[in-house]
T-cell receptor, first 114, second 111 residues
């Protein structure tokens, strides 16, 4: 089974702190994604990566950065956390090959910024 | 117009009912579609993917795709209380493009 793990299930941080969210997948997937999910707004793509050291902006990249130094690991960084970044953060990965586009999600990190 | 649309519900049905969840999309370039189930406070879980017109069955679940009508559906037979969740429809173009998710339909199956 594909396994996508995220470093924390729940996280509480203060405004202005630098926050790191880690995601690891064990299926040698090429593509990795970071989303946030908010009531009434659905899943919104923050950043994605289709190869090591490659990254592409999604729909809402402002206030976030990412790092992919190894194929299995994709990190989301909040440079200076703000209260409007309180949300559920979801990581996903996929092969991205012909006929294998399905994305597999981690359990999510519920981040609260005070 | 959003690229992927779903009726948000909530939808409430008795146990054992047949449920049809519907999804429409506006991007005719979408090549593949996925249905996810998401329980409260958990990550989405892939239920089914479908690439070709027609039906695809997996146990109590059947996905249907009609590219001409730009319509995807998920049929749940003999619904169970454990099917109570939000169901997300998603579509994508190619492996290098992002997947677009619908807002989800909330389903409650009453014992």
């Amino acid at each position: 089974d594909v396994k996508v793990t995220q470093s924390s299930r729940y996280l509480v941080k203060r405004t202005g702190e630098k926050v790191f969210l880690e995601c690891v997948q064990d299926m040698d997937h090429e593509n990795m994604f970071w989303y946030r999910q908010d009531p009434g707004l659905g899943l919104r793509l923050i950043y994605f990566s289709y190869d090591v050291k490659m990254k592409e902006k999604g729909d809402i990249p402002e206030g976030y950065s990412v790092s992919r130094e190894k194929k299995e690991r994709f990190s989301l960084i909040l440079e200076s956390a703000s209260t409007n970044q309180t949300s559920m953060y979801l990581c996903a990965s996929s092969f991205g090959r012909e006929g294998e586009y399905e994305q597999f999600f981690g359990p999510g990190t519920r981040l609260t910024v005070l | 117009q959003k690229e992927v649309e779903q009726d948000p519900g909530p939808l409430s049905v008795p146990e054992g009912a047949i449920v049809s969840l519907n999804c429409t999309y506006s991007n005719s370039a979408f090549q593949y579609f996925m249905w996810y189930r998401q329980y409260s406070r958990k990550g989405p879980e892939l239920l089914m993917s479908i690439y070709s017109n027609g039906d695809k069955e997996d146990g109590r679940f059947t996905a249907q795709l009609n590219k001409a009508s730009q319509y995807v559906s998920l049929l749940i037979r003999d619904s169970q209380p454990s099917d109570s969740a939000t169901y997300l429809c998603a579509g994508g173009e190619t492996s290098y493009d992002k997947v677009i998710f619908g807002p989800g339909t909330s389903l409650s199956v009453i014992p």
